[in-house]
């Protein structure tokens, strides 16, 4: 190598939209990335669109993203668990029968809440994720040298990582996620059953429609297994959204103009609400975090930054030699570790902090 450090490599399964557009970021951070498809053209596709670096197995990379259907994660992760000791992450929208049906202590469940409605590795892009939500949903088994690299490189696209229980995972992108689509394609299908016959009907649609409709343009392939999955948290949250419908249906229908406007201007507070994407912050903090060498502690204090809105770009472990003990090394946004560190020191961990320049 000429004296140079050799390349971080990368395994990636499955050459879609997102594996690629993981390869193509991982790629742009210096990373050899090797990956391998079912569908030997999507292999070729992404070579040609440079989302990675050759076709293969490479069983000496440090991590392997799996970004196969969501019906199919938990065996394609079991099986590249025998098979290397890698890192593994991946990449689904529905976390908790994933996490149940792994055992590997390695293995690091993910979610990047980013996409577009293109479809395929040609339409891979490596800033996908730049300043995206990517969830982690570590079990309590999981290593922590493991879930501190796929947050370390997550956090290395842009995205703002956080920590989570796969089930309230899965609860909150049935809410926030796959309703929506749902929604979408469904008012869309209506709209289009409508202009049969009222042939002016979707040249009419406008921006609104339009914006409101826009994911339903997304790949229907995914959509079964993640509804499969995912059945109970979106059934619920279908009937909720069902209820609240019936309840406008009868504002518009009493003509309760009242009702209606209160109804409305509650939505638009909340919508004003809603988080922007993340940006990070000009004054950073290092905090040190002496804890139990212990598994799932990691998963405890990322998971209670994620509940006090605390970003984390980057950890790092060290490890004592002298007892059960360790040292967790994050750096925070300055501007709300106060209240992170507070919060530790409260269920008994002992914190230092400086400001970085």
Sequence with gaps: MNGQEPLRRAQIVGLGLIGGSVGCALRERGWWVTGSDRDASHETAALKRGAISEVGCDTTAELCVVAVPVGEISRVVNELSALAD?????????????????????????????????????????????????????????????????????????????????????????????????????????ASERAVSQTSLLRLAAGGFRDMTRIAAGSPSIWPDICGENRVAIVEVLEALIEDLAEVRDLVAANNRSGLTSRLEGARQARRNLPTTVQRPGDLIECRIGVPDRPGVLAQVTALATSLDVNIYDIEIAHSAEGPQGVLILVLDGGRASRFMSALSAEGFSVASRELG
Excluded: Y
Aim: proline share 6%; hydrophobic share 50%; aromatic share 4%.
């Design 86 to 190: 890698w890192v593994i992450t991946d990449v689904g929208s529905v976390k908790r029968p994933v996490v149940e049906a792994v055992s590997s202590t390695r293995f690091v469940p993910g979610h990047p809440m980013a996409g577009s409605e293109q479809d395929g590795v040609a339409a891979s892009n490596g800033s996908m994720f730049h300043g995206a939500v990517w969830a982690l949903t570590p079990s309590a088994q999981t290593e922590e040298q493991a879930l501190a690299l796929v947050h370390s490189v997550v956090a290395s696209f842009g995205a703002e990582v956080v920590t989570i229980d796969p089930l309230a995972h899965d609860q909150v992108v049935a809410m926030v996620s796959h309703v929506p689509h749902l929604t979408a394609a469904t008012l869309m299908s209506l």
